[in-house]
């Protein structure tokens, strides 16, 4: 009878780890590869010359920054673990991404969600735009909470009834990279469009509001550019929100949490 250490052996064979300062197994999954690398990241400092504006989303737009460091993770980390998935094979993974929407200074609330981590902060994005060299959405879900004021009703509900008075809506928008809506019917004519979830109890509870979006078969993207609309590829595509009537300035309405499930592979 095979002892406990012969079936652990037989099932990680002996010679699969790489021994040194960043040993891993082989037969670890890629969420322990991933882990590994962000476990060995560092930022470096961009030189002045390489320093340009880019567009990046923040709480539900677009804003122009301009980073002065970037991530790199430790070579000999980044070495070990790359030689572990072989050209061809794919592998699945969860991203997730925590953010809050917020109203613009005019009162509008014309927000997007986009899905692809080239656009927003997805978390564990740089690591595994270091491990593969191409991305496939397979599956996206976005949760948003209503944010309530401190009296535990809704920023803009009347105390007794509890409930916004205007209508949102939310609705997946598969061809979008990275623009808002320009208005509420524009996002009540998009297929699979629900209203916002906005009702407060008596009790400060708030009702979420859950969306999913799986796409059709759609091909690979390289991870330097993970979603392209031209042709549609990759991760692109978005959950578009509007509002029927102007809010409260720059105020926060949404608590999102979104999870993109994608699929990656380097290049045979």
Not at 78 to 86: C, E, N, S, T, Y
Not at 111 to 121: D, E, K
Not at 166 to 174: G, H, L, R, T
Request: aromatic share 8%; charged share 20%.
């Amino acid at each position: 009878m095979a002892t406990r250490r012969e079936k652990k052996e037989k099932k990680h064979p002996r010679g699969s780890r790489v021994d040194g300062p960043f040993s891993f197994s082989p037969s670890s999954d890629l969420d322990g590869a991933v882990r590994l690398l962000m476990n060995n990241r560092f930022e470096t400092k961009v030189p002045s010359a390489l320093l340009h504006a880019q567009q990046r989303w923040v709480e539900g737009r677009m804003v122009t920054v301009t980073p002065d460091t970037a991530i790199a993770f430790e070579p000999s980390a980044l070495a070990v673990v790359r030689g572990m998935f072989p050209p061809g094979k794919q592998y699945q993974f969860e991203l997730v991404l925590h953010s809050r929407l917020t109203s613009s200074g005019a009162g509008a609330y014309l927000q997007f969600i986009p899905f692809s981590p080239g656009v927003a902060s997805y978390e564990e994005w740089g690591a595994l735009s270091a491990l593969f060299e191409e991305v496939r959405l397979d599956h996206a879900e976005a949760v948003l909470t209503p944010q309530v004021g401190s009296n535990g009703q809704n920023l803009e509900s009347a105390a007794a009834a509890g409930v916004i008075t205007q209508a949102m809506i939310i609705a997946p928008n598969p061809t979008n990279l990275s623009s808002s809506p320009t208005s509420y019917s524009n996002v009540t004519r998009l297929a699979g469009s629900r209203q916002l979830a906005q009702r407060v109890g008596d009790d400060a509870r708030t009702q979420c509001t859950s969306i999913a979006f799986k796409p059709q078969a759609r091909p690979f993207a390289r991870t330097a550019a993970p979603a392209t609309a031209d042709p549609p590829a990759g991760c692109l595509g978005s959950f578009d929100i509007a509002n029927s009537d102007a809010l409260s300035f720059t105020t926060t309405y949404h608590l999102v949490t979104m999870r993109l499930r994608v699929t990656l592979r380097n290049r045979s």
